[in-house]
């Protein structure tokens, strides 16, 4: 009986142990025993204080910011990047106003552009500005600016290089073969004498490893930051790869090694601290787990999108798919997801007439289902060619940290009595557990109060991730009655639900991974302000404004201005044949609801549209039919042709052309038929063609949303062809799910 008992006995002590962040399984686990061990892996504590960061800021800025474009080539005159000003303690001013606790700032894009005072790249970085004559450095302003306005400081270093790759001596691909280095290499024997090496700042280390060319050029600038610069809290690696040379492959482990010596305290995203959340839209899972089953831990950062990610399914499936290729799990990890998604359209700043910046409302919404969601939320905040968050990114961060203060700086429960012992208002290292993976507690308010948020908190330090589905109730009318439920809860869960008034309330822990823990409860309540206003234009071309419930007054103007109680009110739809630009707000009183605005083109009454391919179902007059779920595809059959794709349209008269929008397909599906090079093509009878301008749209996959192009120059004409010259991730297909012409 003892031998029969002693592998069980052995197995169970060692699922019930905890694992800081990793555990490595040996594959001979029962599903039982692994699911316990998933349950005892808890964060590091580098992990645990980015779960406290709950809301970061990522700042985009670099030749992008002046040429309009999402991502660059590598090839753009160094000269570009010309600010003349960067005010980065505005930036960290309105950071701090909004609730963020941390700034990450890209330090050098796909692009290869640096801007900071990097040794090792003289002809494409800051060197070439004519800021400060080249003696500007945007990382030092930062720091210094988060140093005094208390934010931490994250950098994001792009493995994708473009200008490495674009040039004639580039490092990128350059096919070198690894080579004794000592990092910090002295940067003029970069290739000639890599193992000659630079002074170091007192007290940080040398290392030396066996590498190629541009592993050794990345790993010097990751030293430069890494040393130079103050306590670096978040390394971001970005993976994506516009394009790729000599089958360069990255030193991953070297360089997550060297950031674990000299900044221990920073969280890697893209590798094996911080995960991608999947999106670039502020979507979030129902349920985000942490525990993640990882085949290699070099490789740890691979982009995981399903929903249920991290589910007992996924963990007890013992391999997992990243690209289409099957993984072995070999260890479980800890992983933090970071919800990323930009306040504009796009990742840097445009312009301020074609650029869309989101409202308060959208941001706060993320907000709450990411940092309420259990994870991190990190939005960026693209400063515009003067060096500044333009006036619209700021008036909508102000009023997001409001909504954060006065919402989440009361908590309405302090003062509660409770049946459950160790649980407070803010402490995650007291906590609550039932008997089993079951149980229920109540607290009691010191007296009734109205709420429509409550967030509950596990005690993942100690504990660790375990409740898979738990519910929240109220006394109301001398009953028990259910306000509010979900599933995971991690580091934090908001609940939303409408308010009520009650002195007692109820959480009730339904399912668990092992017995569970609750460490905190607090109750607040959401003062919303009037809603914001929908507006959309039906098939017959009429515009109607909405609000999510009827009641508000609807307010609105067509001439550019900001809509208030003096400006037209909204009470049926109108015609807007000439296209436009349409802002509403709604009102309640005195309260004003967020400015909505919408820019619509031409009512595409008569007009002829053609394509020089297109599949069946998926035909060319899907581009201008007005339903977003819809869209012109060209033909995927054997044999279709490639770029250059046309898409025609003939208007009934000649007119007056300033712009265009373009949408690609809203399914997010995959990149097929998305356009991300094109050319605007104009002509007086359908016959001779003139090109009027070029263009690309970049992210589209990620971030599939309306693109707007102004043109140089209002356009008449009576035929206009929109070329497609290259689809999104190199797809050999065009399509749109509409197109709009902007009138005058």
């Known amino acids: 009986?003892?031998?029969?008992?002693?592998?069980?006995?052995?197995?169970?002590?060692?699922?019930?142990?905890?694992?800081?962040?990793?555990?490595?399984?040996?594959?001979?686990?029962?599903?039982?025993?692994?699911?316990?061990?998933?349950?005892?892996?808890?964060?590091s504590p580098r992990q645990l204080a980015?779960?406290?960061?709950?809301?970061?800021?990522?700042?985009?800025?670099?030749?992008?910011?002046?040429?309009?474009?999402?991502?660059?080539?590598?090839?753009?005159?160094?000269?570009?990047?010309?600010?003349?000003?960067?005010?980065?303690?505005?930036?960290?001013?309105?950071?701090?106003?909004?609730?963020?606790?941390?700034?990450?700032?890209?330090?050098?894009?796909?692009d290869g552009y640096c801007t900071w005072q990097t040794r090792y790249n003289d002809a494409f970085s800051v060197h070439q500005s004519p800021w400060k004559d080249g003696k500007g450095d945007v990382l030092r302003q930062l720091a210094d600016s988060c140093r005094k306005f208390d934010l931490r400081l994250g950098v994001y270093l792009s493995p994708a290089d473009l200008f490495q790759i674009e040039s004639p001596d580039g490092?990128?691909?350059?096919?070198?073969?690894?080579?004794?280095?000592?990092i910090p290499t002295d940067p003029a024997s970069l290739q000639s004498d890599p193992l000659k090496?630079?002074?170091?700042?007192?007290?940080?280390?040398?290392?030396?490893?066996?590498?190629?060319?541009?592993?050794?050029?990345?790993?010097?600038?990751?030293?430069?930051l890494l040393t130079e610069y103050g306590p670096v809290h978040e390394v971001w690696f970005d993976g994506a790869h516009p394009k790729r040379k000599g089958g360069q492959t990255y030193r991953k482990d070297l360089w997550f090694s060297m950031i674990r010596?000299?900044?221990?305290?920073?969280?890697?995203?893209?590798?094996?601290?911080?995960?991608?959340?999947?999106?670039?839209?502020?979507?979030?899972?129902?349920?985000?787990?942490?525990?993640?089953?990882?085949?290699?831990?070099?490789?740890?950062?691979?982009?995981?999108?399903?929903?249920?990610?991290?589910?007992d399914a996924r963990i007890l499936a013992r391999n997992y798919e990243v690209y289409g290729k099957k993984q072995t799990a070999k260890f479980l990890n800890y992983m933090v997801s970071e919800v990323d998604t930009s306040i504009r359209n796009g990742w840097f700043w445009r312009n301020e007439h074609e650029q869309n910046v989101r409202s308060a409302d959208e941001i706060f919404d993320i907000y709450e289902r990411s940092v309420g969601g259990n994870a991190v939320f990190l939005l960026n905040v693209p400063p515009a060619t003067d060096g500044k968050l333009g006036p619209r990114d700021v008036a909508c961060m102000t009023e997001v940290g409001r909504r954060v203060r006065s919402t989440y700086g009361t908590d309405l429960a302090?003062?509660?009595?409770?049946?459950?012992?160790?649980?407070?208002?803010?402490?995650?290292?007291?906590?609550?557990?039932?008997e089993g993976s079951k149980g229920s507690f109540e607290i009691t308010l010191p007296e009734p109060r109205t709420i429509n948020r409550i967030a509950l908190q596990e005690a993942i330090g100690k504990v660790g991730q375990?409740?898979?589905?738990?519910?929240?109730d109220a006394w109301i009318d001398d009953k028990w009655v259910e306000i509010s439920s979900a599933g995971v809860i991690g580091y934090k869960r908001i609940h939303r639900f409408d308010e009520v008034t009650t002195s007692r309330l109820r959480v009730r822990i339904l399912d668990s991974r092992n017995t569970p823990s609750i460490a905190t409860l607090t109750a607040h309540y959401y003062a919303a302000p009037p809603q914001a206003v929908s507006i959309t234009r039906a098939a017959d071309g009429r515009i109607s404004l909405t609000t999510p419930r009827p009641g508000p007054a609807i307010h609105y103007t067509l001439d550019g201005s900001q809509p208030d109680a003096r400006s037209p009110r909204f009470t049926d739809a109108f015609d807007l044949p000439e296209g436009g630009t349409v802002r509403a707000?709604?009102?309640?009183?005195?309260?004003?609801?967020?400015?909505?605005?919408?820019?619509?083109?031409?009512?595409?009454?008569?007009?002829?549209?053609?394509?020089?391919?297109?599949?069946?179902?998926?035909?060319?007059?899907?581009?201008?039919?007005?339903?977003?779920?819809?869209?012109?595809?060209?033909?995927?059959?054997?044999?279709?042709?490639?770029?250059?794709?046309?898409?025609?349209?003939?208007?009934?008269?000649?007119t007056a052309i300033r712009g265009f929008t373009y949408l690609p397909r809203q399914d997010r599906r995959v990149p097929d038929s998305m356009v991300e090079a094109w050319r605007i093509e104009t002509s007086p009878d359908g016959k001779e063609w003139t090109k009027l301008e070029e263009g690309e749209f970049g992210n589209l996959l990620n971030d599939p949303s309306q693109r707007t192009h102004l043109f140089d120059e209002p356009e008449r004409t009576r035929w206009l062809r929109f070329v497609s010259l290259r689809g999104a991730q190199g797809k050999s297909y065009a399509g749109a799910a509409e197109i709009e012409l902007l009138g005058k």
């Not at 691909?173 to 280095?181: A, D, L, Q, V, W």
């Not at 012992?421 to 803010?426: F, L, R």
């Not at 375990?466 to 929240?472: G, M, P, W």
């Open 197 to 224: 090496p630079r002074a170091r700042p007192e007290g940080k280390p040398a290392f030396q490893h066996e590498l190629d060319d541009y592993n050794r050029y990345f790993m010097n600038q990751l030293y430069e």
């Open 261 to 311: 010596q000299l900044a221990p305290d920073a969280v890697i995203f893209g590798g094996p601290d911080v995960r991608w959340c999947g999106n670039e839209h502020g979507g979030t899972r129902a349920n985000e787990w942490n525990i993640l089953p990882i085949g290699d831990m070099n490789l740890s950062g691979l982009d995981r999108t399903p929903q249920d990610i991290g589910s």
């Open 1 to 43: 009986m003892k031998l029969l008992l002693l592998p069980l006995i052995v197995a169970a002590s060692f699922a019930a142990e905890k694992h800081i962040q990793t555990v490595a399984l040996s594959g001979n686990e029962t599903d039982a025993q692994l699911l316990e061990i998933a349950s005892n892996v808890v964060p």
């Open 585 to 654: 707000t709604s009102i309640v009183g005195d309260q004003s609801g967020p400015v909505s605005e919408a820019t619509f083109g031409l009512r595409p009454q008569g007009w002829k549209i053609t394509a020089s391919s297109e599949h069946a179902g998926y035909e060319a007059a899907k581009a201008i039919d007005g339903d977003t779920a819809t869209f012109w595809h060209s033909s995927w059959a054997a044999g279709h042709p490639a770029h250059p794709i046309a898409l025609t349209i003939e208007l009934p008269e000649t």
């Open 171 to 182: 490092l990128y691909g350059n096919e070198s073969k690894p080579r004794p280095s000592v």
């Open 466 to 472: 375990r409740v898979k589905s738990h519910a929240l």
């Open 50 to 110: 980015y779960h406290k960061e709950e809301f970061i800021g990522f700042i985009h800025f670099g030749p992008n910011t002046f040429t309009g474009r999402e991502w660059g080539n590598g090839m753009e005159d160094a000269k570009v990047f010309a600010p003349g000003a960067v005010d980065t303690d505005q930036w960290c001013r309105v950071m701090k106003d909004a609730g963020m606790t941390k700034v990450i700032i890209t330090v050098k894009h796909h």
């Open 414 to 434: 302090q003062g509660f009595r409770t049946t459950a012992k160790g649980v407070d208002g803010s402490n995650l290292d007291s906590y609550w557990q039932p």
